[in-house]
């Protein structure tokens, strides 16, 4: 049994309601008591096409029973399920989406595959990612990273405007 962090977003539809789903949906996967989310939080698109509306995102965490390769088939279902296509059948990289699971962390694992990385490679440089998470986890060291997530979030240069706490209840 692992930890996991799965980071959630979604700019499409009725974005609690994407947010609530996925969560719902997550929480059949725990293999625990254990679960920890953030609050949601309003944010400015990063790296997505121009005009496409801000996003909201959330960090939930749980034990997960199964290898990190289940874990991912389990995010890529998760989101079909709820509608996101393929990036590449929609002709643009980071299109808007009903809803997008990425896993942050399984527990002290990591990997390095064509499918799969883990530590997720660009958690640290994401404040939309890192903030949710520090609410959580402020005290979380990654694999092979020196600083708690907190120092990280502390230390973040990054051009991402501030995040909007829409609800911390959900």
């Given at each position: 049994m692992h930890e996991v962090a799965i980071a959630?977003?979604?700019?499409?539809?009725?974005?609690l309601s994407e947010l609530q789903e996925a969560r719902s949906a997550l929480q059949d996967l725990r293999a625990s008591d254990n679960w920890a989310q953030s609050s949601i939080y309003a944010t400015a698109p990063v790296g997505c096409p121009p005009?496409?509306?801000?996003?909201?995102?959330?960090?939930?965490?749980?034990?997960?029973?199964?290898?990190?390769?289940e874990l991912l088939t389990a995010c890529k279902a998760l989101e079909h399920h709820q509608g996101r296509l393929i990036d590449s059948s929609q002709g643009e990289i980071n299109a808007p989406r009903p809803i997008d699971a990425d896993i942050l962390y399984f527990g002290a694992d990591r990997i390095a595959s064509e499918k799969l990385t883990i530590p997720h490679p660009r958690m640290t440089q994401r404040r939309f990612v890192l903030e949710p998470l520090a609410e959580v986890r402020p005290d979380l060291i990654l694999?092979?990273?020196?600083?708690?997530?907190?120092e990280l979030l502390e230390n973040l240069d990054s051009p991402e405007p501030p995040l909007t706490l829409i609800t911390k209840d959900w």
């Open positions: 959630l977003g979604t700019n499409l539809g009725d974005r005009g496409s509306p801000d996003f909201y995102n959330a960090v939930v965490i749980f034990d997960f029973n199964g290898t990190p390769h694999p092979q990273e020196h600083k708690s997530i907190s």
